[in-house]
Every structure is written in C-alpha cells, then in structure tokens.
C-alpha cells in the first residue's frame, strides 16, 4: 500500500539552528500537510499545501517556518532559528483531494531541541 | 472555536471484549470525521472516514457512528484483541476548511 515516507525520524539540533524536514507524500495526491504533536499534547495543524502554494496555516505557522515542493515528489518544512519549545514530532500527510477523501500521515520526525 | 474531546482518556480491557470509545465536537458543521490508530512514537494510521452525510462506516471489526447534530461519533471495536491497544483519535474537519482538529486521544490496553 503506498505511503507517506518521512526523513529524518529523528533529529537533535542546537537551538538557534536551522532544521528541514523532509518528506515524500504519496505519488497521486495534491494536498499535502504538515502537523506537530508536542509530547502529551493533541496534534495540531500547521499548515495545508495544494498547487505549489500554500492553501491554509495555524496560528503556530508563523515566518520562522517555511514550506516547499523543491520537485515533483518532496515535500519539506524548514523551521528557522529553532527554539526549544519546537521540540516536537512533526508529521507530513497527504491527501488525494480535499474533504471527501482520507488524509495518510508519515511515520514522523521527532525534533529535539538543546 | 471547534472543540473535540475524547472519553474515556484510557482504557484497559481483558481481551475478547467489545468496547465503544467515544469523541465529542463542539461545532456541528464538519465536512467529515476520521478515526485514527497510533502506536507509541509512531505516525497515525487512518482507520475509518465518516462524511458528514453519512451515519456509519465499518470495517472489519471496527464501526464508527456519526452523530452529527449531536456533536458525536464513537467507535465500536469488537472481540478486542491485545494488538488492538493503542491510542486512538478522532479528528474532524471543517466546513471551509482544510485543516483537521484533532481530539484528546483514547489510550487503549487490551490484556490477554
């Protein structure tokens, strides 16, 4: 069955430093999205894409992140100057269309910021 | 603002049991609601979508209702088995909107 694949599953970084996480949605979806599950806590949107631009953000989805589809199968999130509390598990998802069909989410990238 | 809580928080169960976990929402107008599975430190894996047209939707042991003008969707397991334990989570989406709003999670242990 296809899949969202997610790199890296996990990642140290300093805080103040730059981080991109990367994924690959499946092959035939148009939406894609990213979501955050900091430990205990609900997941949370952050931000919808459809059609090389972004389509909907959170309030949590502010100018130190950024998104984009580089090429035809990648899909990233750069989180700039990190801060400790954007230790988080950070999920890609996909979805073939919007609203009437499931969204599949990656295995996840566990961020840790020191 | 749309609301999703989960009940029970956990639940611990001798396998061979049905269960009915339950998720409430605060906003009635959803476009749809999904049932998800996640595994401790693992990603989230699609259970059941409801649209917000439909009652019911089943699949294999699983059956999530919907109840819309309630504000209401459980999900019936039955025969439960010890690799059913895991957390599960509701979330729906909003009319106008891409997003997901995700619930409180239901974590799940079924003992052998």
């Known amino acids: 069955e296809p899949e969202v694949t997610q790199t890296p599953s996990h990642q140290v970084t300093q805080m103040g430093q730059e981080v991109i996480l990367r994924c690959v949605p499946i092959?035939?979806?148009?939406?894609f999205y990213w979501y955050r599950q900091i430990l205990g806590q609900k997941v949370e949107f952050l931000v919808s894409?459809?059609?090389?631009?972004?389509?909907?953000k959170s309030e949590i989805f502010d100018d130190q992140f950024s998104v984009e589809r580089p090429d035809g199968s990648n899909f990233t999130l750069k989180i700039r100057s990190t801060k400790l509390e954007d230790s988080a598990m950070y999920f890609c998802?996909?979805?073939?269309?919007?609203?009437?069909?499931?969204?599949?989410f990656g295995e996840g990238s566990w961020l840790t910021v020191v | 603002k749309q609301e999703v809580t989960q009940i029970p928080a956990a639940l611990s169960v001798p396998e061979g049991e049905n269960l009915v976990l339950n998720c409430s929402f605060t906003?009635?107008?959803?476009?749809?609601l999904q049932w998800f599975r996640q595994d401790p430190g693992k990603g989230l894996t699609s259970l059941l979508l409801?649209?917000?047209?439909?009652r019911e939707q089943t699949s294999g042991r699983l059956n999530a209702s919907l109840d819309k003008s309630s504000g209401r969707s459980t999900l019936y397991i039955a025969a439960s088995q010890p690799g059913d334990s895991a957390t599960y989570l509701c979330?729906?989406?909003?009319?106008?909107?891409?997003?997901?709003?995700f619930g409180t999670g239901t974590r799940l242990l079924v003992s052998p």
């Open positions: 092959s035939n979806h148009l939406y």
């Open positions: 979330a729906v989406s909003l009319e106008g909107f891409q997003k997901l709003v």
């Open positions: 409801i649209q917000s047209s439909q």
């Open positions: 998802a996909s979805s073939e269309l919007w609203g009437r069909n499931t969204i599949y």
């Open positions: 894409f459809y059609n090389n631009e972004i389509s909907e």
């Open positions: 906003d009635s107008a959803i476009y749809n």
